[in-house]
């Protein structure tokens, strides 16, 4: 099982630039996250969903958005990125029986 | 609303000094309270889920207890390669999935 995979491992952008975090999982979990981590705000939580075809916002939805059209699968999409969505960006799943998470190794996004 | 606190926020030991971390919550109806480890530069590591108070849980230096209102990590004998990032959550019933996540608690463990 390679677990939870996220791509991009580093990425820059300039200001007004959009781009496609891609997050995938093998272990067939229904629920599935995003969340962003800076310095002395610990992790807060962009979009998640509980399986196919189902999203819903998190804490801090603005300027994000996420599809979820196969199980394996969470894209997380900025539609015209800013200075302020500079951070590390983790994706994570779970079973809903556990919700005990699996992180991927994150991305780290800078926005000039 | 829920709410994790995680004390104290930075913590430096010496190898072999045991002290334990703390996470206080407030939840409607706890359903699962979990610890996890970041390295720096890695996504977080889930290490212990904790589920009704009383409960007690270890793995190797680590020790997780729960309380109606709070959790403790216990680190006995703590090496230099424990040092990392420890993150507490607490998932609350009634139908939701999503965690709410302390700030965490940054140890460093000196040789």
């Known amino acids: 099982n390679a677990g939870v995979t996220q791509t991009p491992k580093f990425q820059v952008l300039k200001t007004g630039q959009s781009m496609t975090l891609q997050c995938a999982q093998d272990m067939n979990h229904e629920y599935m996250s995003w969340y962003r981590q800076d310095p002395g705000m610990g992790l807060r939580l962009i979009h998640y969903s509980v399986g196919a075809g189902i999203t819903d916002q998190g804490e801090v939805p603005n300027g994000y958005n996420v599809s979820r059209s196969t199980t394996e699968d969470f894209p997380l999409r900025l539609l015209s990125a800013a200075p302020s969505q500079t951070s590390v960006y983790f994706c994570?799943?779970?079973?809903?029986?556990?919700?005990?998470?699996?992180f991927g190794p994150g991305t780290r996004l800078t926005v000039l | 609303e829920d709410q994790v606190t995680q004390s104290p926020e930075a913590l430096r030991l010496q190898e072999g000094e045991s002290s334990s971390l703390n996470c206080s919550y407030t939840?409607?109806?706890?359903?699962?309270l979990f610890w996890y480890r970041q390295d720096p530069g890695k996504g977080p590591e889930f290490l212990f889920t904790l589920y009704s108070a009383g409960e007690e849980k270890e793995k190797e230096r680590l020790k997780a207890t729960l309380t109606k209102k709070e959790s403790f990590l216990h680190i006995t004998a703590p090496k230099p390669e424990d040092s990392a990032t420890y993150l507490c959550?607490?998932?609350?019933?009634?139908?939701?999935?999503?965690?709410?996540f302390g700030r965490g608690t940054s140890l460093i463990v000196h040789p």
């Open positions: 939840v409607s109806g706890l359903r699962g």
């Open positions: 994570a799943s779970s079973s809903l029986d556990s919700n005990e998470q699996f």
């Open positions: 959550a607490v998932r609350a019933g009634g139908g939701s999935y999503i965690p709410t």
